[in-house]
């Protein structure tokens, strides 16, 4: 199995850059896809951006042009860039990694809140 934890939230204002981590540990040798969720307060959870095994990103309508997904060549950690940030990306930001042996693990999640 793998361990992923997120970092880098917190209280920001609208507009400028954030940059969102996801550290990955256990058997990061099996990880293949790993993507970013995000759940905004009384709302469902929904994908925001991922990136496949051969280095492939796909981004949610609301995410592209703003956001950046990366990841190191070691799968060791996973970024997602927030630019321009607007108060609607206030939410709870998960991480997850697919697996050559498992089907998805989760983070625990960091929580942003933009807001003048």
């Known amino acids: 199995q793998v361990q992923l934890v997120e970092s880098g939230g917190g209280l920001v204002q609208p507009g400028g850059s954030l940059t969102l981590s996801c550290a990955a540990s256990?058997?990061?040798?099996?990880?293949?896809?790993m993507g970013w969720y995000r759940q905004a307060p009384g709302k469902e959870r929904e994908m925001v951006a991922y990136?496949?095994?051969?280095?492939?990103?796909n981004y949610a309508d609301s995410a592209k042009g703003r956001f950046t997904i990366s990841r190191d060549n070691a799968k060791t950690a996973l970024y997602l860039q927030l630019n321009s940030r607007k108060p609607e990306d206030t939410a709870v930001y998960y991480c997850?990694?697919?697996?050559?042996?498992?089907?998805?693990?989760w983070g625990k999640g960091t929580h942003v809140t933009v807001s003048a």
């Open positions: 256990g058997s990061i040798f099996r990880i293949t896809d």
């Open positions: 990136i496949s095994n051969g280095g492939g990103t």
């Open positions: 997850y990694a697919d697996g050559t042996i498992w089907s998805r693990a």
